[in-house]
């Protein structure tokens, strides 16, 4: 493991040098930052070609400042990078921001350009900030280290942001909405000091409760998962912005997991795993930001709702039901006051709570409703949904510091959750903002995007309050010669196992399969079918065809020898050589009855692996009914899987049948997970499709299998666990 860098001469140096100081561009921009900021320590500017730079004398190099310095900014053509660098790190520089382009963005000579950068600042211990970044902000100690001018807008908060895009930190810089930072930090291409390791100084630094990242890749995972882990001990969430979707597509794959899990789907699937809240854009992110800043969990999501509007009404049940937030009746003690207060007599007073006409023009009373909402037992967090844009005349005016402040006032006594939230995007009533900001009370925009995130940080709430589960579980004992066998099988060099061979290989990790056997003439499959007992499954065994349904090579329900016999001489005909030699056939005890699933695994080379459960069968594909956790997994973890699937109450009872065996299938699927743990390095992907979940009590069966190894040399194959 790599020792962490010590971030804080880059994120808190005492003097700094910037070399290629000017009056204009990014050098410019620093020093007006500089001022702008109040910087407390030196600051030397280094240019041979001007006299004064800001209005401070300019040194001609690095080696003539007469005090020492903790950080260079460097703003030089990308050949003289390195050499600024050394000379830095001579004069006892540990850290460097590297505004400077043309590194691995620009080709082969910039990639090794950068290379060089990297290997010098891994040897020297230097936390290289860059190249191609536009800096840092660390707004708690007044240093601004940004090649782009700092608007009036960016306040101090406690949300620290760490974006690998740099047009995307400026966005954050110059937003209005009025989130607070402690930090932002643009890693550009990180040769050296990446988002993970901002992140990880993050998490320890008592000014910063909730951290942001935009992210284009994860450079070491094991390192952020290790960082995600420990922020969600500490009630830190963190939120991210993960682009790429669709730009690292997942070639076509044999096995039907494959197909189903891209690159994407693994990434979520880790951020989901370790409680990161994932956002679409930076809309989403500023949003939940701004949520998760005023309050660092939410206690449920039972919502309620005051309004005045009988459509906005009607618009945020709908949108609070798509995001799976609850509207729950009042209490019959909090609906009577609520009766009162707005002198409702007969109207029917439901959540949300429409207080049009006598609540909006009595702001005592909307108070009160507001206050009686937050006192019902049956509710979590209050939302107050008031649109109040920047253009309002005098009256609109008070009406919205009027609201804000019972908002305020009501979340301060009842110390219930407030959220003050406007069904339409844009600028915010600066009054009303200002009120809200300084009562701790945040202030989110549009309907769906407000609800969005309210559900996010639920979901964030409600994992980080359940015990993380122990990953160190006792290895499955493995009947003798298993493990070496496996071994073989997964070092043979073959494209694909055969499915008895995969079936064969996850019976030893626990996954049970029905009574089968290979026969390799026509005589060997009636024997094989005698034994085992009609009726039975007749599967050809053809090297590299995956899905032997959709090639007619898989017969169901053979009731006779007769039936066996056809199904055999059907199978030599259509897969069979021309010189009529015999075909293998895969002989197997026929199942019904169960629930088709499907548990699957794919081996990300950068992610590692990752498990998939779902709805299976041959419409797996087109259902797309799955969901994934990358490794490891509990049964915890199991069962809030299947929670997560659109038919998870096929698995309960219903229309007079049965309960499925959830336990059985749930042991089924920590035996492939067993599997993939122990042989993550030597597998591209498998699955178990359909694994037939049986009545309660009746346990479960693969009856089909494929495992895929990795595309690697024999010599090369190693195992990751269970040694």
């Known amino acids: 493991m790599t020792p962490a860098l010590d971030l804080t001469p880059l994120l808190s140096p005492a003097a700094v040098a910037v070399v290629g100081a000017s009056d204009r561009g990014y050098g410019g921009n620093v020093f007006y930052n500089l001022d702008r900021f109040g910087y407390r320590g030196q600051v030397a500017p280094v240019n041979p070609r001007h006299e004064t730079v800001g209005g401070r004398p300019c040194f001609k190099s690095l080696e003539v400042i007469p005090y020492p310095f903790d950080c260079v900014v460097v703003v030089t053509g990308r050949e003289t990078v390195l050499p600024v660098l050394e000379q830095a790190h001579a004069r006892g520089a540990r850290a460097a921001v590297v505004l400077s382009i043309g590194f691995a963005e620009a080709g082969d000579d910039g990639r090794k350009l950068e290379a060089n950068l990297r290997a010098f600042g891994r040897e020297r211990g230097m936390a290289i900030c860059g190249p191609n970044c536009i800096g840092l902000i660390n707004l708690a100690g007044a240093v601004p280290l940004f090649g782009a001018r700092i608007s009036d807008a960016l306040r101090p908060g406690t949300v620290g942001a760490v974006m690998q895009s740099g047009a995307s930190c400026i966005a954050l810089a110059n937003d209005d909405r009025g989130v607070g930072y402690s930090v932002l930090v643009s890693t550009g291409n990180e040769a050296v000091v990446s988002a993970t390791d901002v992140l990880d100084h993050l998490v320890e630094d008592e000014g910063t409760t909730v951290l942001v990242a935009f992210l284009e890749q994860v450079r070491d995972v094991a390192a952020f998962r290790r960082m995600s882990r420990r922020a969600r001990d500490r009630g830190k969430p963190v939120i991210v912005v993960k682009v790429g979707r669709s730009a690292r597509g997942r070639e076509l794959s044999v096995a039907h997991t494959g197909a189903l899990a891209g690159a994407d789907a693994v990434y979520h699937a880790l951020f989901r795993s370790d409680g990161i809240i994932r956002v679409d854009d930076l809309d989403d992110l500023i949003n939940t930001a701004e949520l998760a800043s005023r309050h660092r969990g939410l206690p449920g999501r039972r919502l309620g709702v005051i309004i005045d509007s009988g459509g906005e009404a009607a618009l945020v049940s709908d949108t609070a039901a798509e995001y799976g937030l609850d509207l729950p009746d009042l209490t019959t003690g909090v609906r009577d006051a609520v009766v009162d207060i707005l002198a409702a007599g007969s109207v029917v007073i439901s959540n949300p709570v429409d207080v049009t006409g006598v609540g909006v023009t009595h702001t005592d009373r909307y108070e009160a409703v507001l206050e009686a909402l937050a006192g019902d037992p049956g509710i979590d967090v209050v939302v107050v949904a008031r649109d109040a844009p920047e253009c309002a005349g005098t009256t609109g005016t008070r009406h919205h510091q009027a609201m804000a402040a019972a908002a305020v006032g009501v979340q301060r006594r009842a110390r219930k959750p407030v959220v003050f939230m406007s069904n339409i995007s844009g600028p915010y009533h600066r009054e009303a903002r200002s009120i809200l900001r300084d009562g701790g009370v945040p202030f989110l925009q549009g309907t769906r995007a407000s609800l969005r995130a309210v559900s996010r940080l639920c979901w964030w709430s409600a994992a980080a309050r359940q015990p993380r589960p122990d990953d160190s579980r006792p290895a499955r004992p493995l009947p003798d010669g298993s493990r070496a066998a496996v071994g073989r099988l997964l070092e043979s060099g073959r494209a694909t196992l055969t499915e008895h061979e995969s079936l064969d290989v996850l019976r030893a990790y626990g996954v049970p399969s029905p009574p089968m056997g290979l026969a390799r003439s026509e005589e060997e499959a009636l024997t094989l079918a005698a034994r085992i007992g009609y009726p039975v499954v007749a599967k050809v065994v053809v090297p590299g065809l995956a899905h032997k349904s959709d090639r007619g090579g898989v017969r169901t329900g053979i009731g006779s020898a007769a039936e066996m ?159």
């Open 565 to 723: 016999r056809a199904a055999y001489q059907a199978f030599a005909g259509d897969f069979g050589s021309a010189e009529a030699a015999p075909v293998d056939v895969l002989v197997q005890k026929m199942i019904d009855g169960g629930l088709e699933c499907l548990v699957g695994a794919v081996c990300d080379p950068a992610l590692g692996p990752a498990i998939v459960v779902g709805l299976g069968g041959t419409l797996a594909e087109v259902l797309d009914d799955t969901a994934m956790r990358v490794l490891p997994v509990s049964a915890a973890d199991v069962e809030a899987m299947v929670g997560e699937l659109r038919g998870r109450r096929l698995f309960d009872a219903y229309r007079g049948r049965g309960r499925r065996d959830l336990g059985a299938f749930v042991d089924a699927v920590l035996g492939v997970a067993a599997f993939v743990e122990d042989w993550a390095g030597a597998l591209r992907e498998m699955d178990v499709n359909p694994l037939l979940v049986l009545a309660e009590g009746q346990g479960c069966m693969a009856v089909d299998a494929l495992i895929v190894p990795a595309p690697r040399a024999p010599t090369e194959l190693t195992m990751e666990a269970g040694q």
